[in-house]
C-alpha cells in the first residue's frame, strides 16, 4: 500500500490546519464528506470553505489508527476523532473509518463509515 505515508502526511497536515497541503493531496475534483453538516462537497475550494467553517466553530484532531487495503483498491483508514468546542470541551470522542479511493496519486473520493 504506497499511499500510506501520504494518508499519514494528510492527516498531519489536517491537524496542524495547512489546508494547502493538504489540498495539494487531493484530486482537483475530490469529493469530500461533509461530516460536520452533512452531504459532500467538491472540489479545492469547497472543500477549504468547509475546513474554514468548521473551524470557526469546532477544533477537530483526526489521528491515523490503522490502515486496511480493501479488494478494490479503497483504503480504509481508522481514525480516532476527539472533536472539542473552542473552548476545550470534548463534543466528540471516537472511531470512524474514512474510505478513500485515489487517481493518479491523488485522493479522489473520501466516505465516512461508522
Do not use: C
Not at 468547509?50 to 491515523?64: F, N
Not at 486496511?68 to 473509518?97: F, K, M, W, Y
Request: hydrophobic letters at 40%; charged letters at 25%; a negative charge.
Amino acid at each position: 500500500m504506497n499511499d500510506q505515508p501520504i494518508l499519514k502526511q494528510l492527516y498531519r497536515d489536517f491537524n496542524a490546519r495547512n489546508i494547502d497541503a493538504v489540498l495539494a493531496f487531493m484530486h482537483a475534483d475530490v469529493d469530500w464528506p461533509n461530516g460536520w453538516e452533512g452531504g459532500y462537497v467538491s472540489g479545492h475550494d469547497e472543500v477549504r470553505a468547509y475546513w474554514l467553517r468548521q473551524w470557526q466553530q469546532i477544533d477537530p484532531v483526526v489521528e491515523p489508527v490503522s490502515f486496511e487495503e480493501r479488494p478494490d483498491g479503497r483504503i480504509a483508514v481508522g481514525v480516532h476523532q476527539l472533536i472539542r468546542s473552542l473552548d476545550g470541551q470534548i463534543v466528540s470522542d471516537g472511531h470512524v473509518n474514512h474510505v478513500y479511493t485515489f487517481d493518479n496519486g491523488k485522493v479522489r473520493t473520501m466516505a465516512i463509515e461508522q
